[in-house]
């Protein structure tokens, strides 16, 4: 059983940065996809950013592009999410996913049903 741990959250101030970790039990190269999550008070969780771990692939949501990256570091078996000009819109509770390449060619990459593994989050919060 696949184990996914995050670590980074804070509470910060607006324009500020932090980089989010989520370490796995497992080899990350052999997963197809990992993914950032995020679900704020009241809302559904929706996908921030996903990376295809053995090309690097990237894929945001709009509302980060140009402010959050996402990366790997599969030596490390370690996901991260890199968090820049960071917004009240920002705060939630952050998820670290990931996919096997059990039925990917019909995987919707969005919808958080598609990953198998999930981490127990980290709280980002962002004050004016």
């Known amino acids: 059983q696949i184990e996914l741990v995050e670590f980074g959250g804070a509470s910060v101030q607006a324009g500020g940065r932090l980089r989010l970790s989520c370490a796995s039990s497992?080899?990350?190269?052999?997963?197809?996809?990992m993914a950032w999550f995020r679900q704020a008070l009241e809302k559904e969780r929706e996908m921030v950013a996903l990376i295809y771990p053995r090309g690097g692939g990237t894929v945001y949501t709009d509302s980060v592009k140009g402010r959050f990256t996402i990366s790997r570091d599969n030596a490390k078996n370690t996901l991260y999410l890199e968090m820049n000009d960071l917004n009240v819109g920002d705060t939630a509770m952050y998820y670290c996913?990931?996919?096997?390449?059990?039925?990917?060619?019909?995987?919707?990459?969005?919808?958080?049903?598609?990953?198998?593994?999930w981490g127990q989050g980290t709280q980002v919060t962002v004050s004016s």
């Open positions: 497992g080899p990350t190269n052999k997963f197809y996809a």
């Open positions: 996913a990931a996919k096997t390449s059990i039925g990917w060619a019909r995987a919707n990459l969005w919808s958080p049903s598609e990953y198998e593994y």
